[in-house]
């Protein structure tokens, strides 16, 4: 009986690990959860596999929808992000390179209309 439950718990934690381990179809792998206090996920983040230095983050409503999406590297924001409202609908996009805003940035009233289009420093030199 002692052999049975430790072949079991051998393969629960088997299973775990192959669960969490598991690569997305963006050939993201997932390497982070963070829960709030009630256990609700917040927060995941994702290394991917073309740029092992560079990861996803993906920030979630308490709902579960998906609040914002960006990339950082060396834990500076680098790559696009958007931002989206509690409907789903996107409130913000635009491209980050080292912290800094670079080029063309979306900004949407909640009915998806555009709202207002702004530009920022092209060479991502810190003008905002």
């Not at 179809?25 to 560079?54: C, H, W």
Request: with cysteine; hydrophobic share 30%; net charge positive.
């Amino acid at each position: 009986m002692t052999t049975a439950l430790k072949c079991t718990g051998t393969l629960l934690l088997f299973i775990i690990a192959v669960h969490c381990n598991n690569q997305r179809p963006d050939n993201a792998t997932l390497k982070q959860i963070m829960r709030d206090e009630d256990g609700i996920v917040y927060k995941r983040v994702f290394t991917l596999s073309m740029d092992p230095n560079r990861e996803r983050v993906e920030i979630y409503f308490k709902s579960g929808g998906l609040k914002e999406r960006y990339f950082r590297k060396a834990g500076r924001l680098d790559g696009p992000r958007q931002l989206f409202y509690l409907s789903g609908m996107l409130s913000e996009s635009g491209n980050w390179r080292n912290d800094c805003r670079i080029g063309e940035f979306r900004y949407y009233r909640e009915d998806g209309q555009l709202d207002c289009v702004q530009y920022y420093g092209l060479l991502g030199d810190g003008s905002r």
